[in-house]
């Protein structure tokens, strides 16, 4: 007798808006993580599903690079040795603007208030240079996740394919939200893109380096977990037009 397949039953709709909102504003940047490892399968299957996302006549303009055990050591080895090198630090650079040249209010209140709530939580006080180093500089040890992910565009694409990626990126994470992992998007790494270029084997004649990701199992006990970033209300940033 042929074998039946019993497809799982869609949650109702008011299960399913509960399930997406949960993902979504559950999200956050996590900055410490367990050294549980996340199997291959997972990082696969959340790939699959993030790859949805929409982009312009369905160009999909993301090429990602998982990095895991030896692999993701020696690039966080590598970068670290130039971040640390006040003479070699000098020498890398941004390859793209990703934060205004020009701060205003309120932007600039809100990333100094981060900032300053990250840093109280871990006792760095004001003009604590060498603890803020350390502390930057473990963006590049993807905080203790397992799982590192380099991100690379093709450099003949436009603005239009970057919010592509933008949209690419946000899947990876509440998919990652959905299997009960947390995620830490980190432009951090752009700065050495060349260290990255250099590891990764890339051609940076046609390869831009996105950004990166840490993956993983968040620390709960970690108190820079603790941070919970505030969100203007809907009547701050939002105009209906009716009439």
């Not at 160009?59 to 971040?83: D, F, M, N």
């Not at 951090?188 to 950004?211: G, N, P, S, W, Y």
Request: glycine share 6%; with cysteine.
């Amino acid at each position: 007798m042929p074998t039946t397949i019993l497809m799982p039953a869609e949650p109702s709709r008011d299960d399913l808006h509960r399930i997406v909102d949960a993902a979504i504003t559950s999200r956050r940047s996590v900055r410490r993580f367990l050294p549980t490892p996340v199997s291959r399968e997972t990082v696969e299957a959340i790939l699959q599903v993030a790859s949805r996302a929409p982009s312009g006549t369905n160009t999909q303009p993301w090429q990602v690079h998982v990095l895991t055990g030896e692999a993701k050591a020696r690039l966080s080895a590598c970068i670290l040795a130039a971040y640390d090198d006040p003479v070699q630090a000098a020498q890398h650079t941004d390859e793209y603007a990703y934060y205004p040249r020009e701060w205003r209010s309120p932007y600039i209140d809100r990333r100094r208030k981060v900032g300053w709530d990250l840093y109280g939580l871990l006792g760095i006080a004001k003009g604590d240079k060498a603890a803020m180093h350390a502390q930057h500089g473990r963006n590049y040890l993807f905080f203790d996740a397992p799982v590192g992910l380099i991100f690379t565009i093709d450099r003949v694409m436009e603005q239009g394919s970057w919010l592509d990626y933008g949209m690419f990126l946000q899947n990876i994470m509440v998919a990652a939200r959905g299997r009960g992992l947390d995620t830490c998007p980190q432009a951090a790494f752009t700065t050495f893109h060349r260290v990255i270029e250099d590891e990764l084997k890339l051609d940076a004649a046609t390869q831009q380096v996105v950004c990166g990701m840490a993956l993983g199992w968040a620390d709960p006990q970690a108190v820079e977990n603790k941070l919970v970033t505030e969100r203007a209300p809907v009547a701050e940033f939002t105009r209906f037009h009716e009439a």
